[in-house]
């Protein structure tokens, strides 16, 4: 392929863009394994609670009969004893299970949400190396001057948010620069409008008692997604200026 010229190589840059793209998707479908470590996590953190809750009014009970029973067993002559020492240490090692428990379900939960946010970050890359190979014939198809790549975006354009992407056309002689401000007005409205749903459902203290944790990921990740567009949004508006 290589030694087929431009072609070859176009078809090589292509293939490195869905290389990229499919070792996404593989990330992301990796990172529910960490969702479902995550859950294990919970249910076994739950478990011990309840261990511990009954360990220690176990153990607050032999405290406070062990004396008594220790003292009258010893003037009997017998030797029986009540250790509510080791009970009262039973228990705490049963919370410092439970504090370990909640510690790795939020480790798991972080790294599948890390997993996720980073799955697609050499895509941009990869799509770059494709822009710049068949750039000729994009300004040809665009009938525009130039199409780069660059980190900042140029005052006095239309923007368009595309996935992780903003796109810009300095169109600033022909455009109607308030209907532009209202487009992006409006999308941001939207998106603020599905981040306070969000927010009131993870603020429901009845919905996040009874919801399912890989539930509650989900709409934490939604919750997530939707902030990051509305940042974006925000810094379309910014930029925009007539």
Same mark, same amino acid.
Request: proline content about 2%.
């Given at each position: 392929?290589?030694?087929?010229?431009? $072609?070859?190589?176009?078809? +090589?840059?292509? &293939?490195?863009? !869905?290389?990229?793209? =499919?070792? /996404?998707?593989?990330?992301? *479908? @990796?990172?529910?394994?960490?969702?479902?470590?995550?859950?294990?996590?919970?249910?076994?953190?739950?478990?011990?609670?309840?261990?511990?809750?009954?360990?220690?009014?176990?153990?607050?009970?032999?405290?406070?009969?062990?004396?008594? $029973?220790?003292?009258?067993? +010893?003037?009997? &002559?017998?030797? !029986?004893?009540?250790? =509510?020492? /080791?009970?009262?240490?039973? *228990? @705490?090692?049963?919370?410092?299970?439970?504090?370990?428990?909640?510690?790795?379900?939020?480790?798991?939960?972080?790294?599948?949400?890390?997993?996720?946010?980073?799955?697609?970050?050499?895509?941009?890359?990869?799509?770059?190396?494709?822009?710049?190979?068949?750039?000729?014939?994009?300004?040809?198809? !665009?009938?525009?001057?130039?199409?780069?790549?660059?980190?900042?975006?140029?005052?006095?354009?239309?923007?368009?948010?595309?996935?992780?992407?903003?796109?810009?056309?300095?169109?600033?002689?022909?455009?109607?620069?308030?209907?532009?401000?209202?487009?992006?007005?409006?999308?941001?409205?939207?998106?603020?409008?599905?981040?306070?749903?969000?927010?009131?459902?993870?603020?429901?203290?009845?919905?996040?008692?009874?919801?399912?944790?890989?539930?509650?990921?989900?709409?934490?990740?939604?919750?997530?997604?939707?902030?990051?567009?509305?940042?974006?949004?925000?810094?379309?508006?910014?930029?925009?200026?007539?």
């Amino acid at each position: 392929m290589k030694g087929s010229g431009g $072609f070859g190589r176009a078809l +090589e840059l292509m &293939g490195n863009l !869905a290389g990229a793209v =499919w070792d /996404g998707i593989k990330a992301v *479908a @990796s990172s529910f394994v960490d969702d479902f470590r995550s859950i294990k996590a919970s249910v076994e953190q739950l478990w011990l609670k309840l261990m511990a809750f009954l360990s220690n009014k176990w153990a607050a009970f032999l405290a406070t009969i062990g004396p008594t $029973f220790n003292n009258v067993a +010893e003037t009997l &002559g017998t030797d !029986a004893r009540i250790d =509510w020492f /080791g009970t009262q240490s039973y *228990a @705490s090692m049963l919370d410092h299970a439970v504090s370990n428990a909640g510690v790795m379900a939020d480790r798991y939960r972080q790294r599948a949400q890390d997993t996720r946010a980073h799955a697609f970050d050499v895509v941009g890359p990869a799509a770059q190396a494709l822009l710049a190979r068949n750039k000729a014939i994009i300004l040809q198809l !665009a009938r525009v001057t130039s199409a780069d790549a660059a980190d900042t975006l140029p005052k006095g354009s239309a923007q368009f948010v595309i996935g992780e992407a903003v796109a810009a056309l300095p169109l600033g002689d022909v455009i109607d620069f308030v209907k532009e401000r209202a487009r992006l007005e409006k999308d941001l409205k939207k998106a603020n409008e599905e981040i306070a749903r969000f927010d009131a459902k993870l603020g429901n203290e009845q919905f996040v008692a009874k919801a399912p944790e890989e539930v509650l990921a989900e709409q934490r990740e939604k919750r997530a997604e939707a902030a990051a567009l509305a940042l974006r949004l925000v810094e379309a508006l910014t930029r925009l200026q007539p």
